[in-house]
């Protein structure tokens, strides 16, 4: 019934939805200091318990990077386009991918985690996604840190092409932001929703150009997936490969899917939130 409810006559855009989507980013940014609070502690929080403590959260991609690496590259001895080392593909591919892996899976579950301040009445809940978000972010930026020092022992160097990371970071931000609304609304009422996203995470990682390059119709195909443009855009930073508005129709189509997913979340947010109570 509850479903039946938020998703009953969608009005994609109603002037309404738009005035609810931007009301929920104006309320989080008025709580940009609880918001960034909150991220840092969730951040430590997260290994507290653990010898290595924080280690972990680079440890664990770090290692990921170099099994692919030797498998693909030393094992079957694979390369990348233009003879490009397998490394620096791999790695600039998967910098983007783990920040939105790692944030997807950790803010779908973040109402039911935090279910003690879901039920109560004067915590803003709102902010409870993007603080999980924030939190993958610190990670994420020592990544691309990473990635700039491989790039560059591989002779690629940093040029005016790299501030397009702040651009497609953004782009990522956003596009998280509107996917987690939705995961993280449904997920208190769909406790299974956690394997599927696993299931589908694994099959939309070799959708990617991380572990292999497309090409031809089989690129056109997968580029459906906004996050093609993401990771692709993440490459071409480091590399020097072309500035956004050069794909301008690709960039308006990631921008027009976003945005509909964003008003999608925020509609689907608002209706179910009043029930978080009831079934946490």
């Known amino acids: 019934m509850l479903f039946k409810m938020a998703f009953l006559y969608p009005k994609i855009l109603d002037k309404y939805m738009f005035k609810e989507t931007f009301s929920i980013f104006k309320n989080i940014f008025q709580n940009k200091k609880l918001l960034l609070q909150f991220s840092f502690n969730d951040f430590k929080a997260k290994y507290a318990g653990s010898a290595l403590g924080i280690v972990w959260a680079f440890l664990t991609p770090l290692v990921t990077v170099l099994t692919y690496w030797f498998v693909f590259s030393v094992g079957l001895r694979s390369r ?54 924030l939190s993958n972010l610190y990670t994420h930026l020592f990544f691309i840190l990473i990635g700039f020092v491989i790039t560059t022992a591989n002779g690629y160097y940093p040029s005016l092409y790299s501030l397009q990371l702040i651009y497609y970071l953004a782009c990522l931000l956003v596009f998280l932001t509107a996917i987690t609304w939705i995961t993280a609304s449904t997920q208190p009422f769909l406790p299974d929703i956690m394997q599927f996203i696993n299931i589908i995470m694994q099959t939309v990682m070799w959708t990617l150009p991380i572990l292999w390059q497309p090409t031809g119709m089989i690129a056109t195909i997968l580029k459906i997936n906004p996050l093609y443009y993401i990771v692709q855009g993440y490459r071409e930073s480091y590399l020097g490969g072309a500035w956004f508005w050069e794909h301008w129709q690709y960039s308006l189509y990631f921008w027009g899917v976003t945005i509909v997913l964003l008003l999608i979340g925020s509609t689907v947010f608002r209706r179910l939130k009043p029930h978080f109570s009831d079934v946490l």
């Open 80 to 133: 990348a386009g233009d003879n490009m080392p397998f490394i620096v593909y791999l790695v600039t591919g998967m910098v983007p991918w783990f920040f939105f892996s790692d944030s997807l899976l950790s803010a779908t579950n973040v109402f039911r985690e935090y279910s003690y301040l879901v039920k109560k009445v004067v915590f803003n809940v709102q902010i409870l996604p993007t603080s999980k978000i």
